[in-house]
């Protein structure tokens, strides 16, 4: 079995690879937001447990987290890997899903960052516009108007959500790059990192992961 994990900044691309590694890997993509929110329209034990921290705008305990995962890679499908997106956020959850791994003889076999440079990140972030009508997106690199500032659906101007404003994407990566950075040194620690450069095409991305998995197989 070959346990992946993904990990990347906002912005990065680590969701659009997760998808595409998971098929051509052919192991089930695991994001553990899609995990609570499965749990808790399912009504499992696991489920309840974490919408009541949900409900009160609380993080679930890593250890809820945890149980969700294990119960995740036992279903059939899972047989021959996962590929882990979302979890760990930091090294104490790091070090909970590498103990719970443990006791079943299994361990993360590859950690793969997919790097952007935070000023890069700045820059894919804060390229996205709306349309002031009917809210169709745009991003100023990636999917400009024909017109710059006019929707091409509607006409309607372009405006930008707060959100996405370079200054505040600068403090919300900020916030996020250090704990993220405590995930990468752990793995880079017990030699299972492996990292690709996000700034190149998509495809290119795909195949150095590809490349970065490839070296590990199953009992290695």
């Known amino acids: 079995m070959r346990f992946l994990v993904l990990l990347g900044a906002p912005g990065a691309g ?40 949900m409900e009160r705008g609380e993080l679930v305990p890593d250890a809820i987290t945890v149980d ?30 590498e103990a719970a791994l443990l006791e079943r003889g299994m361990a993360v076999d590859r950690a793969l960052l997919v790097d952007v440079p935070a000023e890069d990140l700045v820059g894919r972030l804060s390229g996205r516009w709306v349309c002031r009508l009917a809210g169709h997106p745009y991003h100023v690199i990636s ?48 030699g299972v990192l492996r990292t690709v450069d996000g700034r190149q095409p998509i495809d290119d991305v795909t195949r150095d992961l590809i490349a970065a998995v490839e070296t590990v197989r199953p009992g290695a």
Do not use: W
């Not at 052919?26 to 009504?43: I, K, Q």
């Not at 995962?69 to 899903?97: H, K, N």
């Open 14 to 53: 680590k969701g659009t690879q997760a998808m595409i590694l998971a098929q051509r890997l052919g192991l089930p993509h695991v994001a553990t937001g899609e995990l609570f929110r499965a749990a808790v329209r399912a009504g499992t034990a696991l489920g309840r447990e974490a919408q009541q921290y």
């Open 68 to 97: 969700m995962l294990l119960e995740r890679i036992d279903r059939p499908d899972a047989g021959e890997g996962v590929i882990l997106d979302g979890f760990p956020r930091s090294r104490t959850q790091a070090e909970a899903l």
């Open 143 to 190: 999917n400009p108007p024909r017109i710059p500032g006019i929707c091409d659906v509607d006409g309607s101007a372009l405006e930008q959500r707060e959100d996405d404003r370079p200054e505040v994407v600068r403090a919300r990566l900020a916030r996020q790059l250090a704990p993220m950075q405590s995930v990468v040194e752990y793995y880079r620690a017990r």
